[in-house]
């Protein structure tokens, strides 16, 4: 694929995360994506021949993986794991109150639309979730309920989003950093 092949595709899947994000499955329909991305309509046929649901388990995957990057980033410049909770939470709530409240969780909207009907879709959700459990398990290395942690934290950050995105403020976010860290100490 050339770099213009690269770069449409690229602007394929950043459209549709931007929407997914949004406004969730339901609400990144084709036609939105091409018009958001700017891209011809067979180029979305071309890159992504599967349709939709491979545009959408793609977006999830490589947003997943940008989410596990930032993670890794920040679990590197911590020097405990309830400052890497708090750096974690920040970091999310940054991104959520600059979007103007909607760049919450690049998969869960998608999870919770999907995972019950379709299962290419749930399946890129757990895996991404999945790795993101494996980072905070990582990062919990030595405690002696890292993996029972590691889900309780990744729960609390989603619910934490959900509350921030809701009532527009980062506050609960906050709180759930305090409570995390009380946990793992």
Known sequence: MGVKGAETRDRLL????????????????????????????????FHFPGGKDQLVGESVRRAGRAIGSDLESLADSSTSVAEFAEAVLRHLGERLEES????????ATVALETASTNDPLQEACSEVYTSWETALRARLAGHPEADDLAVTILALVEGAL??????R??????????RIGALVD
């Open 14 to 45: 950043d459209a549709t995360q931007e929407l997914l994000e949004a406004g969730g499955y339901l609400g990144a329909g084709l036609n939105q994506v091409i018009a958001t991305s700017g891209a011809p309509r067979g180029s979305l046929y």
């Open 100 to 107: 103007g409240w909607r760049k919450g969780c690049p998969v």
């Open 162 to 167: 959900l509350l921030a995105r809701t009532h």
């Open 169 to 178: 403020s980062t506050e609960p976010l906050h709180r759930v950093a305090r």
